[in-house]
């Protein structure tokens, strides 16, 4: 079987990991893209399972070497999908990158045959709560996210799919279904 390239953008702190990392959890033949990062792990985080955390000076070589399907700087970091991997897990499964809005867009010009999907939040409130319960970030840094939330949300006309992540169960068998969808046409 050859898989799906599913692409998954949101707002920071809409549940994106939750509802992936369940997927990929009951689902065996669906993955999840490990990208490459120059931010600090945070707690809990281990190398090769939530990113490849690398120097910035490895991050700018793969990046001459033509490593990455896609990169871009957040935060004053460095975030790239790395281009083997993905290639080698399509060969089995389905493969979900989880990239912001720019970085999915770059994606599908790549891959055209990419299917996007956003998680979109069921209202501002909700989300900030979310983002400040998680607990990892600092006042400054959500305000930052904050602040990209509106951008993120008006690019959702580009998207091929759109999940509100209300209740979490639903939102995972929405993703679930659009990935089973997509493999019928
Ligand atoms: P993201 O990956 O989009 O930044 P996370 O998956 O880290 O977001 O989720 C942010 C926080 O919101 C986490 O504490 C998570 O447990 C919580 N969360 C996720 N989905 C829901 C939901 N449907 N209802 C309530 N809380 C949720
Ligand atoms: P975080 O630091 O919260 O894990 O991620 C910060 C931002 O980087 C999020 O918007 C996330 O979607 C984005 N991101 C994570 N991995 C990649 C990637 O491989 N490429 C791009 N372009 N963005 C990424």
Request: hydrophobic fraction near 35%; charge should be negative; include cysteine.
């Amino acid at each position: 079987m050859k898989g799906k390239l599913i692409v998954v953008s949101g707002p920071s702190g809409v549940g994106k990991g939750t509802i992936v990392k369940t997927l990929t959890k009951r689902r065996e033949d669906v993955v999840e893209s490990v990208s490459c990062t120059t931010r600090a792990p945070r707690e809990g985080e281990i190398h090769g399972r939530e990113y490849y955390f690398l120097s910035k000076e490895e991050f700018l070589r793969r990046i001459e070497e033509d490593d990455f399907l896609e990169h871009d700087e957040h935060f004053g970091n460095f975030y790239g999908t790395p281009k083997s991997f993905v290639r080698e897990q399509l060969k089995q499964k389905h493969v979900i990158l989880e990239i912001d809005v720019v970085g999915a867009l770059n994606a599908k010009k790549a891959f055209p045959e990419s299917v996007l999907v956003m998680i979109a939040p069921p209202s501002m409130e909700e989300l900030e709560r979310r983002l400040k319960g998680r607990g990892t970030e600092t006042d400054e840094e959500i305000a930052n996210r904050m602040q990209r939330i509106s951008y993120e949300l008006s690019q959702q006309d580009k998207y091929d799919y759109v999940i509100i992540n209300d209740d979490l169960e639903t939102a995972i068998t929405a993703l679930s279904n659009v990935i089973d969808e997509d493999e019928s046409k």
